[in-house]
């Protein structure tokens, strides 16, 4: 079981917008802005595109946005397009481990 | 430009040992704490260890503790992962991402991979 719960599966239309959750608790999501999120196509390495809550790496689309509301952090694709089909990973400083990570949730652009 | 290459994967039998190397370039190992991270085939992201970048403070999880050991090279831009004792559990794609902020790591490999089994 992992440490922040996603949801197993979102899906959405191309132009549409969607978005996914990161639970946690107030040791890691709820105490700090150290939200990270990963975009992982298959057999590829992840890629961050959100860190700090809601700040995008150099290079990354502003399509994509981070927040976070007391112990959930939640990551906005909009205008979703085709090529964001992938996994994606929530992760989280955390006082006791350091880092958790989310269990992922599959994106499908229907 | 930011390069991080991990080796040393391969298959290896219950109880073996292996080491896996990540070589960088394009920036200074030293100035950057450095993670190790495991995927299991088709399942989720685990951090299993990682070293300060002043070697002061290094972290193990659970699962590996005891038989995993994290070192760095700082002059060679290396970072080590000694993996001990090995289980089929511990078969999975081996990173080594660099860490931007806390909990965030903006430059990965491609991985190598450690299957462990009989």
């Known amino acids: 079981q992992s440490a922040l719960t996603q949801p197993a599966s979102v899906s959405g239309s191309p132009g549409q917008s969607i978005t996914i959750s990161c639970t946690g608790t107030?040791?890691?999501?709820?105490?700090?802005?150290?939200v990270s999120w990963y975009q992982q196509h298959p057999d590829k390495a992840p890629k961050l595109i959100i860190y700090?809550?809601?700040n995008r790496p150099s290079g990354i689309s502003n399509r994509f946005s981070g927040s976070k509301s007391g112990h959930t952090a939640s990551l906005t694709i909009s205008g979703l397009q085709a090529e964001d089909e992938a996994d994606y990973y929530c992760?989280?400083?955390?006082?006791?481990?350091?880092?958790?990570f989310g269990g992922g949730t599959k994106l499908t652009v229907l | 430009e930011v390069q991080v290459v991990e080796s040393g994967g391969g298959l290896v039998k219950p109880g073996g040992s292996l080491r896996l190397s990540c070589a960088v370039s394009?920036?200074?190992?030293?100035?950057?704490?450095m993670h190790w991270v495991r995927q299991a085939p088709g399942k989720g992201l685990e951090c299993v260890s990682y070293?300060?970048?002043?070697?002061?403070?290094?972290y193990y999880a659970d699962s590996v503790k005891g038989r995993f050991t994290i070192s760095r090279d700082n002059a060679k831009n290396s970072l080590y992962l000694q993996i001990d004792s090995l289980r089929a559990e511990d078969t999975a794609i081996y990173y080594c991402?660099?860490?931007?902020?806390?909990?965030?790591?903006?430059?990965w490999g491609q991985g190598t991979l450690v299957t462990v089994s009989s």
């Open positions: 991402p660099r860490d931007l902020t806390a909990a965030a790591y903006d430059s």
């Open positions: 394009g920036f200074s190992l030293i100035s950057h704490t």
């Open positions: 070293i300060t970048s002043s070697s002061n403070y290094i």
């Open positions: 107030s040791s890691d999501v709820g105490g700090y802005n150290y």
């Open positions: 700090d809550v809601s």
């Open positions: 992760t989280s400083y955390a006082t006791s481990t350091a880092v958790v």
